[in-house]
């Protein structure tokens, strides 16, 4: 997107008024998203983003500016704009002028089929034929909504260390929710695979099962009674159910808020803050993940960063800038939803490793509980850790066995105190995809769990 000369230029103007790190981000992204209601296409939109951001340091605080002017004369303008806001003096070798080096990294995201080698009129056919398959699943089914998306992201980042990474992100992901009604009530079901890769997403998704699962989950809640409400063992299944785990926990261990003493998990490092049988990981290099990245947003290579280890806290993830409020390096967390945002810590794939037992013992030894087979959205206290989320699927557990159905429950707690009181963790361990809101907007992650169950945990409901 720009050659070595203008990112040096940019850099040196960057730093002309003080500082000791200056870096630049590139990004052209196309995004393309078509959304079908009741089998008919509602809209097919496409979109670019195009630009700069250029970020410079003086000591623990930062200045950003953002430009979609890439040209030479652009960026170096846009440059001297945020060196204005720096006021500490120049400091020596704060500038790339010996060159920039290539960052090195293993392609994770392997390509197949680029999402603009299938037409728009194929990507049509397979919404169709996902909503065709909920109608015909069962009367009560009253509405459908699909949607295909894809986007590729190419980004460039340099900085005046001297680096220089650039990465390609080719995301796509299928969506399919029906609606079931009786005239007086509606529930729904959803289902939304994704990952870090092109058409070939659909070779390993199969678009009739997964909208049969939806339309089976709405007709299931419609006839449902409600959730007793009340304190119980919770039974969390896997995949989505790790929606839980980073709302409620995995915010509380990026930088953005362990720098700042908001965290309830800040100066815990080797301490025991869950139970013995959690170990919790985020992994930005798992193959094809939704939120796998060669290298993050400040060109740092992403690795495998071990979060809790049977109970015990061991690390955080970081940026380069919080990393410098905190005294520890990057863990290749740094990201961010565009040009337009400055990058902060952020999670990538997270997920609870799984454990020893089986799907079927976590059940057979819970004499009486909620079983929440699909998490739904939900809200959390980031400083405190406190969440309330809904059960978009969920059952009674009675004497070991999964028996009625009921809707309308909630999960309600704090983070520190579930992890505490998980004491079964299943060999089933699932992901599944979302989009993540945080300070450098909205990321692509992957969130995930084996079968896990919750003591004494908190369920509301409609009955008691």
Request: with cysteine.
């Amino acid at each position: 997107m720009i050659n070595d000369k203008t990112a040096e230029l940019a850099i040196e103007a960057a730093l002309s008024k003080g500082g000791d790190f200056a870096e630049i981000f590139c990004e052209n992204t196309v995004r393309n998203n078509i959304s079908m209601v009741n089998g008919s296409v509602d809209s097919a939109l496409s979109g670019v983003d195009h630009g700069a951001g250029i970020r410079v340091f003086d000591g623990e605080n930062a200045v950003y500016v953002y430009t979609n002017d890439m040209s030479e004369e652009g960026l170096v303008k846009a440059a001297r704009e945020a060196a204005c806001g720096v006021r500490g003096k120049r400091k020596e070798k704060a500038s790339a002028s010996e060159g920039f080096k290539d960052a090195a990294y293993s392609n994770v995201n392997p390509i197949k089929f680029m999402p603009s080698e299938k037409s728009n009129r194929e990507k049509r056919d397979l919404l169709k034929e996902a909503s065709d398959t909920a109608f015909a699943f069962d009367g009560l089914i009253t509405q459908t909504r699909c949607s295909y998306l894809d986007s590729v992201q190419d980004v460039e980042i340099f900085n005046s260390e001297g680096l220089k990474a650039a990465d390609r992100r080719v995301r796509t992901r299928f969506i399919t929710e029906a609606v079931a009604g009786d005239g007086r009530e509606k529930q729904s079901g959803r289902m939304s695979p994704g990952g870090s890769e092109g058409f070939e997403l659909f070779e390993r998704i199969d678009i009739r099962e997964l909208s049969r699962q939806a339309a089976e989950t709405a007709v299931t809640m419609l006839k449902a009674a409600p959730c007793p409400a009340g304190k119980m063992t919770v039974v969390i299944d896997n995949g989505f159910g790790g929606v839980i785990f980073h709302e409620a926990c995995g915010h509380a261990l990026e930088a953005t808020s362990v720098a700042k003493g908001a965290s309830v998990f800040a100066g815990k490092l080797g301490e025991k803050i869950a139970s013995d049988v959690v170990t919790a990981i985020d992994d930005g290099t798992i193959k094809n993940g939704w939120g796998s990245l060669n290298v993050d947003d400040e060109g740092e290579r992403c690795r495998k960063n071990l979060l809790i280890e049977n109970g015990i806290l061991k690390g955080y993830l970081v940026d380069k800038l919080n990393g410098r409020r905190m005294g520890m390096a990057s863990t290749g967390s740094g990201r961010r939803q565009s040009y337009m945002f400055a990058p902060t810590s952020r999670m990538t794939n997270t997920y609870i490793a799984a454990g020893k037992s089986t799907p079927e013992e976590i059940i057979a030894n819970t004499e009486f509980g909620l079983y929440a087979r699909q998490m739904g959205g939900g809200s959390v206290e980031p400083a405190t850790g406190m969440f309330n989320f809904a059960v978009l699927e969920g059952y009674i557990i009675r004497n070991g066995k999964i028996c009625e159905p009921v809707r309308g429950a909630t999960l309600i707690g704090k983070g520190s105190q579930v992890l505490l009181n998980i004491d079964m963790v299943g060999n089933n361990l699932e992901r599944a995809q979302g989009m993540c809101g945080s300070l450098s907007g909205s990321v692509h992650v992957d969130v995930g769990q084996p079968m896990i169950r919750v003591r004494d945990m908190t369920v509301g409901g409609r009955s008691v």
